[in-house]
């Protein structure tokens, strides 16, 4: 009864609320018929060893096909999933998506691994280490260690011990852990020393400015300092041009991913891409030994 008092007076007191709580009712259902009609769909963004400008691999970042809006932007609809009963589902969904089309691409390459971006409920469902191994067990064609799991630094991490648990578990399984947008959280510091991590990523916002910001330029410095003290790679995200590919080298940074070298594209373009990448990459080098040479 005191519940439903409770429930009288939102509604007395707070229409906008109940309104609100509508429209994500609405909008979850929308993602829900989505999920079905198969409207979502995985792009994907390459990854780059700054030594030799070798792809690595590729970031599945998902996209929303919607029948009346166009593209979607994660950032339009993963708002209304988080803490939902969809946010598990959806991850799901990911997770296999992008496990098959990494496996598409295997058949060209077998060196080509694949991140995905794991919400901070779904790393920490109870049966989510069991489902890889199973899946993993299921499948031995697909190869663990070409796997990243990205988790977000910030939300990873309420119950840290247990994270660190299924973490280590997963790389136990063969899979590589990375801390995503590294630097934003509240405490990265202690993260950076209690989970399990394989690769540190540096968050764009340090690194969009680091050529004129002194302050940001610092910050990206020293995370890649500290990766390097605790010997795990670092990746710089948001690099949007050559010339901060070029200081991140410099800086001894390892690894860059941004618009500067390809934006996310869809898996059909992906290996089209990378065979002209490569073809680049070589004739560039070729072009530098000749020069030396002559
Ligand atoms: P993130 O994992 O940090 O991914 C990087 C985001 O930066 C992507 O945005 C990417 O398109 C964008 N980006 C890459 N290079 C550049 C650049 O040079 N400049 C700029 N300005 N942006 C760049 P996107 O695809 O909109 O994704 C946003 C966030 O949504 C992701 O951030 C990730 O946290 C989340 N997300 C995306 N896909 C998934 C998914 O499948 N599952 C989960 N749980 N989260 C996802
Ligand atoms: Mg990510
Ligand atoms: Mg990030
Ligand atoms: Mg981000």
Redesign the pocket.
Request: a negative charge; hydrophobic letters at 30%.
């Given at each position: 009864a005191a519940k439903e008092k409770g429930r009288n007076q939102f509604h007395i007191f707070d229409p906008g609320l109940d309104a609100h709580r509508r429209q994500r009712r609405n909008q979850l259902m929308e993602i829900s018929r989505a999920l079905e009609n198969e409207e979502f769909e995985?792009?994907f963004?390459p990854q780059l060893r700054l030594d030799d400008s070798e792809v690595i691999g590729f970031?599945?970042?998902?996209?929303w096909n919607h029948p009346d809006k166009g593209l979607l932007?994660?950032?339009e609809f993963?708002p209304a999933v988080a803490n939902s009963h969809l946010e598990i589902p959806?991850?799901q969904w990911?997770l296999k998506e992008a496990i098959h089309q990494m496996n598409l691409w295997h058949e060209a390459d077998e060196s080509l691994a694949v991140s995905?971006?794991?919400?901070a409920p779904?790393l920490m469902d109870r049966s989510f280490a069991d489902y890889l191994e199973s899946y993993l067990h299921s499948h031995p064609d697909v190869r663990p260690g070409q796997i990243t799991l990205?988790v977000?630094e910030s939300t990873a991490l309420e119950d840290t011990k247990r994270a660190s648990n299924v973490l280590a578990r997963c790389q136990s399984l063969g899979l590589q852990v990375a801390l995503?947008?590294f630097g934003t959280g509240f405490s990265s510091l202690t993260y950076l020393r209690t989970l399990p991590v394989d690769v540190i990523?540096i968050?764009?916002s340090f690194v969009?400015n680091m050529l004129t910001d002194a302050s940001d330029r610092a910050i990206v410095e020293s995370v890649i300092f500290l990766a390097q003290r605790f010997d795990h790679p670092v990746l710089a995200?948001?690099?949007?041009t050559m010339e901060h590919a070029r200081a991140l080298r410099d800086m001894g940074c390892n690894l860059i991913?941004?618009?500067?070298i390809a934006?996310?594209m869809q898996a059909k373009a992906l290996l089209p891409w990378l065979a002209q990448w490569r073809d680049q990459v070589s004739r560039h080098h070729s072009l530098g030994k000749h020069e030396q040479t002559s």
């Open positions: 995985l792009y963004q970031e599945a970042l998902i996209r932007g994660p950032g993963l959806l991850g990911v995905i971006n794991i919400s779904h990205e977000l995503d947008d990523k968050d764009q969009r995200e948001g690099v949007e991913q941004g618009y500067g934006r996310p």
